[in-house]
């Protein structure tokens, strides 16, 4: 076995310390040493797009990145997104009144997506958004109403 | 599934970065954005015993512009070649393919030396470099060296970079005047990797003639195609549509070598080469046109 380094790393603003083997994946650590199981893992090669997180504001993969080079950094997850269960972020709001899930596989790594677009993009065109979104699998809905719930959400965000 | 376990390293420099490539040369390899290693690692294609981690080198990440020319570091993420508004006014080819390298969660780690070294015939910023006739910087503990982007794919994922070395950055001299420009490609869905695609330059001499022309296939043989007859043909003439046919016939059907793969035939790839590069080439004229006002 190889070493482990101890690593701090802050998630959803909380900070946490720990020792990490180099080759724990990012979104393994998440979910096995956090237990934060809102960021899914679909491929581990970085198609699906399930495992989309926020690393320093920036949307990424969590299975391409080791845990170890999230040292010192930021990441937010799904988690972050609701003050209380009563009290969703708008994104998640919109995707509850749109319909924007069936089995919601795929509706963590797609939140985590349209955070960081819809703030740089608040009146995106339908085109835009299907750009934003093409980096993310969803299984059950045929996307329409994913695409509808981002233009309820960015509404709601203006 | 997961990755084999490996030594990791992470210089804060690139002096750190260059002496432990020195050390461990044989059993190192650099991580970069890691969006082509980490996917190979996990699969365990690739089991590397050591990897020297690049992202906290800073000074590997610029984008500057001097004398007509635009120096890249290596580790310069691919959003921010999409981004970077002098690139869309100096090197328009890149910033409008740019946005057609996987999605956009790749591309905010995904690096330009990455992608470069990397050297998938099918990803689009190789043949960009070929295209856009750069240079590429490789250094290691001893020394650097200059490398015409022409000399550096040596095929199928595999560069003239010596194990011990580090691109370092790249050059990229800004589009010549009255230069039109065209990024065109066919993928199943976007973002994946294309089953064809082509960069088309072409620079219009002071009576609107072709000064210059250059056309640049993606997933069109083991490295970047360079079609060089095929752009040969349109040169020295006033342009028209029978000769961009021409150069279009020439390039797919003897100038490109595509393998085929399980989304498409070679048949395929040769009618979507031919397709692209005339709508390619009558867009870069337009454009040159447009810009000889
Ligand atoms: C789902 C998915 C879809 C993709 N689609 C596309 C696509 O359509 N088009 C496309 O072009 N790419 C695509 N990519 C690949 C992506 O663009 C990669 O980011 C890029 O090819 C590699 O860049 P990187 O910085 O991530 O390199 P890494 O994965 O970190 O490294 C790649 C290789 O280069 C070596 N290396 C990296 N930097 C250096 C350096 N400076 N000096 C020496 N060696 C170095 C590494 O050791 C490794 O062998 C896709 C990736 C994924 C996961
Ligand atoms: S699990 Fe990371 S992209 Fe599929
Ligand atoms: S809602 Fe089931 S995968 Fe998207």
């Known amino acids: ?158 | 599934m997961k990755p084999a376990s490996f030594e990791y390293h992470v210089p804060d420099t690139l002096e750190q970065a260059l002496g432990l490539m020195s050390q461990y040369a044989d059993e190192a390899k650099i991580l970069a954005g890691g969006q082509s290693l980490v996917p190979a690692m996990n699969f365990r294609v690739a089991q590397p015993g050591m990897l020297i981690d690049l992202n906290r080198v800073n000074e590997l990440s610029f984008i500057r512009e001097e004398a007509g020319t635009f120096h890249i570091g290596a580790m310069t993420r691919e959003r921010h070649l999409e981004f970077n508004s002098s690139l869309a006014k100096r090197a328009p080819l890149l910033t409008e393919a740019a946005p057609f390298i996987a999605h956009p969660q790749i591309r905010n780690r995904g690096t330009l030396g990455g992608s470069i070294v990397n050297a998938d015939p099918a990803a689009e910023l190789p043949v960009l470099m070929l295209a856009l006739d750069a240079r590429l910087k490789a250094q290691n503990a001893s020394g650097e060296r200059w490398i015409e982007a022409h000399d550096f794919f040596a095929g199928m994922f595999t560069t003239a970079l010596a194990s011990d070395e580090i691109l370092v950055e790249i050059e990229l001299p800004f589009m010549p005047l009255r230069t039109g420009w065209s990024f065109m490609e066919v993928a199943p869905r976007a973002g994946d990797y294309a089953l064809m695609g082509v960069a088309a330059l072409v620079t219009l001499d002071e009576n609107g003639k072709c000064k210059k022309a250059k056309l640049v296939y993606l997933n069109a043989g083991d490295s970047p195609v360079d079609a060089k007859e095929s752009a040969r043909l349109l040169e020295g003439a006033a342009l028209n549509d029978a000769l961009i046919e021409s150069a279009a016939a020439m390039a797919s059907e003897k100038e490109i070598n595509p393998f085929g793969n399980i989304h498409t035939s070679i048949d395929f790839q040769r009618h979507l080469a031919n397709v692209l590069t005339k709508n390619a080439l009558k867009q870069a004229v337009k454009r040159a046109e447009e810009n000889l006002q």
């Open chain 1, 1 to 158: 076995m190889t070493r482990s380094f101890p690593v701090t790393i802050t998630v959803n603003e909380k900070e946490y310390k720990r020792e990490v083997e180099p080759r724990l994946l990012l979104s393994d650590f998440l979910r096995h040493e956090l237990g934060l199981t809102g960021t899914h893992v679909g491929c581990e090669h970085g198609v699906c797009g399930a495992c989309t997180i926020l690393f320093d504001g920036e949307s990424v993969r969590s299975c391409l990145i080791f845990a170890i080079q999230a040292d010192g950094h930021s990441i937010a997850t799904v988690e972050g997104l609701a003050k209380d269960k009563d009290d969703l972020h708008p994104i998640q709001q919109a995707f509850w009144e749109a319909h924007g899930l069936q089995c919601g596989y795929c509706t963590p790594g797609i939140l985590m997506t349209l955070v960081p677009f819809l703030k740089q993009n608040p009146n995106p065109t339908e085109a835009e958004i299907r750009h934003a979104l093409s980096g993310n699998l969803c299984r059950c809905t045929g996307y329409q109403h994913i695409v509808d719930a981002v233009k309820l959400a960015a509404e709601k965000m203006r």
